[in-house]
């Protein structure tokens, strides 16, 4: 039973940074594709970027110049950090894993982080 | 990239089968047979449905199936049950830089 355990701050200031960190259990790290997603209140899913256990990163352009996702695979762990947050970034994040190769699923997905961005 | 295309909201009785519509482009859902569906309860996790067009994931009733028509992809809930009531969203793989690109959800209301 593969299983994500995230875990981050929930509440930051406008220009801040967000962190997110996500342990994998249950599956091996190497055999996949580790990403995020976010979901604005009331809103659909936006796709933030996916790594590898080698490092190998694909970001949404949208967040690219923002975003770093980075692997820790002595934990099984990959983070996500977003910088100089807005209003905009509240969201609920999600950490997910997906297909090594090309393809389109995300199985499982974490339990999810309300951030909010306020001052 | 622009969002995928989906009805707002999909109502039936219990029992009925609805289907949900997914409209992209030739850059997505008509080049690859990338789409995957996901069902998402108020105020939990997204849940993969179905996956490469038409596959169900283990442990995913066989009441949801997905199919594919050039740039539209379509999931069908047969025999309707209460639980099925929530938030449906479709996804594809995109040849764009963007990789992923997902629907702007459906609510199912079952009445």
């Known amino acids: 039973q593969v299983h994500l355990q995230q875990w981050g701050a929930g509440q930051l200031k406008p220009s801040e940074t967000l962190s997110l960190t996500c342990a994998v259990y249950?599956?091996?790290?190497?055999?996949?594709?580790w990403g995020w997603f976010r979901q604005p209140p009331e809103k659909g899913l936006e796709w933030i970027g996916e790594i590898n256990h080698n490092g190998d990163a694909n970001y949404n352009p949208s967040l690219k110049s923002r975003v770093t996702l980075s692997v820790d695979t002595s934990e099984n762990q990959f983070s996500l950090k977003l910088t100089s947050v807005t209003a905009a970034d509240t969201a609920v994040y999600y950490c997910?894993?997906?297909?090594?190769?090309?393809?389109?699923?995300?199985?499982?997905w974490g339990q999810g982080t309300l951030v909010t961005v306020s001052s | 990239q622009s969002a995928l295309t989906q009805p707002a909201s999909v109502s039936g009785s219990p029992g009925q089968s609805i289907t949900i519509s997914c409209t992209g482009t030739?850059?997505?859902?008509?080049?690859?047979?990338?789409v995957s569906w996901y069902q998402q309860h108020p105020g939990k996790v997204p849940k993969l449905i179905i996956y490469d067009v038409s596959n169900r994931p283990s442990g995913v009733s066989n009441r949801f199936s997905g199919s594919k028509s050039g740039n539209t992809a379509s999931l069908t809930i047969s025999g309707l049950q209460a639980e099925d009531e929530a938030d449906y969203y479709c996804?594809?793989?995109?040849?764009?830089?963007?990789?992923?690109?997902f629907g702007t959800g459906t609510k199912v209301t079952v009445l």
């Open positions: 997910v894993r997906g297909p090594k190769v090309v393809g389109n699923w995300f199985d499982p």
């Open positions: 996804s594809s793989y995109t040849i764009t830089s963007t990789l992923y690109v």
């Open positions: 030739s850059s997505d859902i008509g080049l690859y047979n990338y």
């Open positions: 249950g599956a091996s790290f190497s055999d996949y594709f």
